[in-house]
T-cell receptor, first 112, second 116 residues
């Protein structure tokens, strides 16, 4: 079945460091791929998405490219801020069905 | 728009008690979902609905029932709560079916449930 494997955390970085959170997926067909962010005590919010191979999603300085050949959708940011501290979830939507599949989440803490 | 709201925000139950969690959305979305979030396991789909009057099982449906009598509301019921159902529950919705280009989920703020 479809699934998402996400880099385990927690991740701790200094402010202005480079961030990469790895995400790989298994899916039949051509899913859409997502990164969601969850701030403490809140629900998940969409950070970015890509709907087809080679698409790049971007938002708030974060980027991820849909790589069909490596079945990956790694999240990157060139310079993290303290306000980026949150839990990040990689997810895919199954276009042949009605379901979404989430990774286990990666907790990021950015220290000043 | 209030978006997706969940009631209650917190609840403590004793084993064997029942309760209903309410999810409401005012965006006229067709699809609605219930997830549970547990440490180290991400979000797991409990049940979902593709429209008013429809429901379907997700990955972990046992011990839960749902109803979608009105398009804007999706109820999650626990008939006989167990400690294993201690979790944070999230509701989400999307405007239309997958593949339509509108498959971004909108999440509620969550309900933290503890079963003693």
């Amino acid at each position: 079945g479809d699934s998402v494997t996400q880099m385990e955390g927690p991740v701790t970085l200094s402010e202005e460091a480079f961030l990469t959170i790895n995400c790989t997926y298994t899916a039949t067909g051509y899913p859409s791929l997502f990164w969601y962010v969850q701030y403490p005590g809140e629900g998940l919010q969409l950070l970015l998405k890509a709907t087809k191979a080679d698409d790049k999603g971007s938002n708030k300085g974060f980027e991820a490219t849909y790589r069909k050949e490596t079945t990956s959708f790694h999240l990157e940011k060139g310079s993290v801020q303290v306000s980026d501290s949150a839990v990040y979830f990689c997810a895919l939507s199954d276009r042949s069905g009605n379901q979404f599949y989430f990774g286990t989440g990666t907790s990021l803490t950015v220290i000043p | 728009n209030a978006g997706v709201t969940q009631t209650p925000k917190f609840r403590v139950l004793k084993t064997g008690q029942s309760m209903t969690l309410l999810c409401a959305q005012d965006m006229n979305h067709e699809y609605m979902y219930w997830y549970r979030q547990d440490p180290g396991m991400g979000l797991r789909l409990i049940h979902y609905s593709v429209g008013e009057g429809t429901t379907a099982k997700g990955e972990v449906p046992d011990g839960y029932n749902v109803s979608r009598l009105k398009k804007q509301n999706f109820l999650l019921g626990l008939e006989s709560a167990a400690p294993s159902q201690t979790s944070v529950y999230f509701c989400a919705s999307i405007p239309a079916g997958l593949g339509s280009g509108t498959d971004t989920q909108y999440f509620g703020p969550g309900t933290r449930l503890t079963v003693l």
